[in-house]
């Protein structure tokens, strides 16, 4: 490490305060001198005596003559202080005064270690002996400590991973359970006819009335020359897990009618079409069912469209 560019913490600043505190005092004494001679002058006689005139003259020859050196002395020691070499002077001197610490402190370890040498060297070689098997025992007492809670870190680590591989166990049957296994639809002619049932929104949307009307109440309607679109209304339609004795009478009354009910289910609603599938099979009708993505919007009747077969 370079010693030479480290500027001492306070040696430039005591030179300096001590400059000032000169400058300072000799100006102090030029104003008490002036101040001491017109005071002398304003409580004399309008006609003082010639040699208190001459004196007062040799004051103030005085005081200007301090006050014209204290002004050269603080531009001498301004010029040296601002000066390169004065500067480096100063660092100088600050480095050899921090190197004097140090090889007073490495002087001082040097002894301090010449004396423990001095001190091992006149203990017993069996006391020092003792020592350091006890120091080993301490270390090997330490050693194994630390493999013993290695090992049971291990151990943990072990116990906690069985842990996580039987909750993944617990989770995955949870979910097994959780899921039903849906069984493919059967399909077969029928000569019955068709009534769809939108499911959407987690309710039942009936594209005919009982009477096999269209259901204007349920359902909006856009009828346009090829085509029907069919747009459930929100909030309308058959509740199926709160209005299940509507839900039933309806599908009794198609049953009567000789129908089958064409179910297309939206992904939203899939639990509620479990449901209703039972209702309907408990009412005696077949049904045939067909997922319906939302991505593909309202459910559109064409002349010729595709029919989910009845189960």
Same mark, same amino acid.
């Given at each position: 490490?370079?010693?030479?560019?480290?500027?001492?913490?306070?040696?430039?600043?005591?030179?300096?305060?001590?400059?000032?505190?000169?400058?300072?005092?000799?100006?102090?004494?030029?104003?008490?001198?002036?101040?001491?001679?017109?005071? =002398?002058?304003?409580?004399?006689?309008?006609?003082?005596?010639?040699?208190?005139?001459?004196?007062?003259?040799?004051?103030?020859?005085?005081?200007?003559?301090?006050?014209?050196?204290?002004?050269?002395?603080?531009?001498?020691?301004?010029?040296?202080?601002?000066?390169?070499?004065?500067? =480096?002077?100063? =660092?100088?001197?600050?480095?050899?005064?921090?190197?004097?610490?140090?090889?007073?402190?490495?002087?001082?370890?040097?002894?301090?270690?010449?004396?423990?040498?001095?001190?091992?060297?006149?203990?017993?070689?069996? =006391?020092?002996?003792?020592?350091?098997?006890?120091?080993?025992?301490? @270390?090997?007492?330490?050693?194994?400590?630390?493999?013993?809670?290695?090992?049971?870190?291990?151990?943990?680590?072990?116990?906690?991973?069985?842990?996580? @591989?039987?909750?993944?166990?617990?989770?995955?049957?949870?979910?097994?359970?959780?899921?039903?296994?849906?069984?493919?639809?059967?399909?077969?002619?029928?000569?019955?006819?068709?009534?769809?049932?939108?499911?959407?929104?987690?309710?039942?949307?009936?594209?005919?009335?009982?009477?096999?009307?269209?259901?204007?109440?349920?359902?909006?309607?856009?009828?346009?020359?090829?085509?029907?679109?069919?747009?459930?209304?929100?909030?309308?339609?058959?509740?199926?897990?709160?209005?299940?004795?509507?839900?039933?009478?309806?599908?009794?009354?198609?049953?009567?009618?000789?129908?089958?009910?064409?179910?297309?289910?939206?992904?939203?609603?899939?639990?509620?079409?479990?449901?209703?599938?039972?209702?309907?099979?408990?009412?005696?009708?077949?049904?045939?069912?067909?997922?319906?993505?939302?991505?593909?919007?309202?459910?559109?009747?064409?002349?010729?469209?595709?029919?989910?077969?009845?189960?």
């Amino acid at each position: 490490m370079s010693l030479r560019h480290q500027r001492p913490s306070d040696s430039l600043d005591m030179l300096l305060d001590t400059m000032c505190n000169t400058f300072g005092g000799i100006i102090m004494l030029a104003v008490l001198v002036t101040l001491l001679s017109s005071t =002398e002058r304003q409580s004399s006689n309008p006609t003082p005596p010639i040699d208190t005139q001459e004196m007062l003259r040799r004051r103030i020859a005085i005081a200007e003559e301090n006050l014209r050196k204290a002004v050269e002395l603080r531009t001498t020691w301004q010029a040296k202080v601002e000066n390169e070499r004065w500067k =480096e002077q100063v =660092e100088l001197l600050a480095t050899r005064q921090q190197l004097q610490e140090e090889i007073k402190a490495i002087q001082e370890a040097a002894e301090q270690g010449a004396k423990e040498l001095d001190s091992s060297a006149s203990s017993d070689p069996a =006391e020092r002996l003792k020592a350091l098997n006890a120091q080993l025992m301490e @270390a090997q007492l330490r050693k194994n400590s630390a493999q013993n809670s290695l090992a049971a870190s291990k151990d943990n680590v072990e116990r906690l991973n069985m842990r996580i @591989a039987a909750m993944e166990k617990q989770a995955k049957d949870l979910v097994d359970n959780s899921q039903r296994q849906l069984r493919l639809p059967k399909e077969h002619e029928t000569g019955k006819r068709v009534i769809y049932v939108i499911v959407r929104y987690g309710r039942i949307y009936p594209c005919r009335d009982s009477d096999l009307d269209r259901n204007e109440t349920d359902i909006e309607w856009t009828l346009n020359r090829s085509d029907q679109i069919a747009e459930p209304i929100k909030g309308k339609g058959f509740d199926p897990s709160g209005n299940v004795t509507g839900l039933s009478k309806y599908f009794r009354d198609l049953s009567q009618n000789s129908a089958y009910v064409a179910f297309l289910v939206f992904e939203d609603s899939f639990p509620e079409f479990l449901r209703t599938k039972q209702i309907a099979i408990a009412s005696g009708l077949t049904y045939g069912w067909q997922p319906w993505k939302l991505s593909r919007g309202a459910v559109t009747f064409v002349e010729d469209g595709y029919t989910p077969k009845p189960q």
